[in-house]
């Protein structure tokens, strides 16, 4: 029997944030099986009213009657109810400072904190994810960048035809402009200056694997780290062609003991043991893709001083930064805030360490944007609530009182749960010491 009415919230914390983590179809699943859902109104959401409506839910001003609110990115502080229950991105877990006043409020109003980045499989593999959407559009909007600032240095090319993410009607739309973009590279090439033209990628993931998907509708040829190096010296470089280059952990760090060989698994558990070497292979790309994991016990793999160097011998091959990864001050350490939809882009000047937004000034060109998969919200709101529908009526009957070690939700929200009552669980009391 359903004990809880579900709430879906309207997303306040962008202008441009557009997604929704249930969409009317699921919906109508839900009303259908008895369950009570309240949608939060909403005049930008990419689902109408009506369409939640005609799915049988109730659209209103609040959700102070709703049990179980799902939302998609942070929600701010007023929102918060006694004792309810939310589930959303609270961008916490590595103790992010700018959340902390958030999660503090939550645990003074001894509120439950499901956290879908946490909502893991046994072996610790995400289960509900956009991450693949952030790799679709930042790859879009990073060779609509590449076009921009290329004509900035007054050079016209094919990628001049594409636009930024969201001003494509569909995700097809966007697939066709860079198909057309792909073809006119593969018949007339690229100019002279440009070649060899090469792509990096970060990561392997999700993430990764939505950019390359992007970069893929282009004449594509993968060669290895090891290749990326000597290409430039290679007699059969192609005009014609996209160099694409895929770095893992092994290739962008060393161990720190001479003669000491590479282990995956020691890497993560003591990266202290080892250091970075990436830069060795930035001067040889002209887009990066940063799509990696990252956190501050591992090396940076691009950091101020870096870039300083590499631009004193004059302008570097390396055009573009894609930083999907969107960490402040992380992994490329001259990504100092993310970006909105509205201003997408900045340019990192090397000299006076200082960011312009726009794709004027000297420097390094950086697209940042913080919500990427709200640059294709229809689609990334699909595929998202494909995978959280499956556990909405466990949560929607669960009982929210009972003791956490007593509540009965599918594991892996169980796993997801940050606070219950107001109070961290067990596996996320580390928290503590950032609060």
Known sequence: ?????????????????????????????????????????????????????????????????????????????????????????????????YNMPMLRKMMEMKCTLIDYEKVEDESGKRLIFFGRYAGLAGMINSLWSLGARLREFGLNTPFLKIKQAHHYGSLGEARAVISEVGHEIASGGLPEHLVPLTIGFTGYGNVSNGAQEIAGLLPVKEITPRELVSLKDRRDISSHLVYKVIFTEEDMVVPVAEGSAFDLQEYYMHPERYRGVFPQYIPHLSVLMNCMYWDDRYPRIVTRDYLAELFSGGRPKLTVIGDITCDAEGSVECTHHGTEIEDPVFVYDPFTRKPSMGFSGEGILVMAVDILPSELPRESSIAFSNVLYRYVLPLARA????????????????RATILHHGKLTPSFEYLQKYI
Do not use: C, W
Not at 60 to 67: G, H, Y
């Open 1 to 97: 029997m359903v004990k809880n009415a579900i709430g879906i919230r309207h997303e306040d914390k962008y202008v441009m944030e557009r997604r929704v983590a249930l969409t009317p179809s699921h919906v109508r699943g839900l009303t259908g099986s008895g369950v009570r859902v309240l949608v939060q109104t909403s005049s930008k959401r990419i689902f109408r009213d009506d369409e939640f409506m005609a799915a049988g839910a109730e659209v209103v001003e609040n959700l102070d009657e709703a049990d179980v609110i799902f939302g998609v990115k942070e929600i701010p502080l007023p929102f918060f109810r006694e004792g309810g229950t939310y589930i959303f991105f609270s961008h916490v877990i590595k103790g992010q400072s």
């Open 399 to 414: 009982d929210f009182d009972a003791e956490f070690g007593d509540l009965e939700i599918p594991p892996p929200l169980k």
